[in-house]
C-alpha cells in the first residue's frame, strides 16, 4: 500500500479532529495549536468510540465518552480506563493536501 490523500490543510481546524477512513481503517486527524498536523487511530482502545469525536487540548486527544486522552504524538494513553495506546500514522503534505498511509504506523519506544 501507498499514501493515499486524506484531506486538505485548509479543511482543517486549529484544536480540532476531523475522521477519515483510509482502507477501513479510520483515522483522526489533528492540527494541534503549533501548527502541527497529527494522524492517530480514531478508535478509543477503552471502547469503539469515535476519538475525533472528542476533545483537543496540550497535544491529547480525549475520548468523549470515557476521558481517555491519548498523546497525538505517541498514541499512548495519558490516563484510565484506557490503558493500551492507538495507532501513530505518518503524516506528509504536499501543498495543501495531507496524505497518510494507512499500513505504515510510527515506530514509538515504550
Known sequence: MSRQHAISVSELFQDQAVRVVLDG??????????????AIG??????AI?????FVEDGELECLA???AFSLTTGKPRNLPAF?????YIVEIDGDDV??????TKEIAA
Not at 480514531?42 to 471502547?47: L, P
Not at 469515535?50 to 472528542?54: D, I, R, V, Y
Open 42 to 47: 480514531d478508535t478509543c482502545t477503552h471502547g
Open 50 to 54: 469515535s476519538l475525533s469525536e472528542g
Open 66 to 68: 470515557h476521558g481517555s
Open 99 to 104: 496524505f497518510i498511509d494507512p499500513t505504515v
Open 84 to 88: 493500551e495506546p492507538v495507532p501513530v
Open 25 to 38: 481503517v479510520p483515522i483522526a486527524i489533528v492540527l494541534d495549536g503549533d501548527g502541527e498536523i497529527h
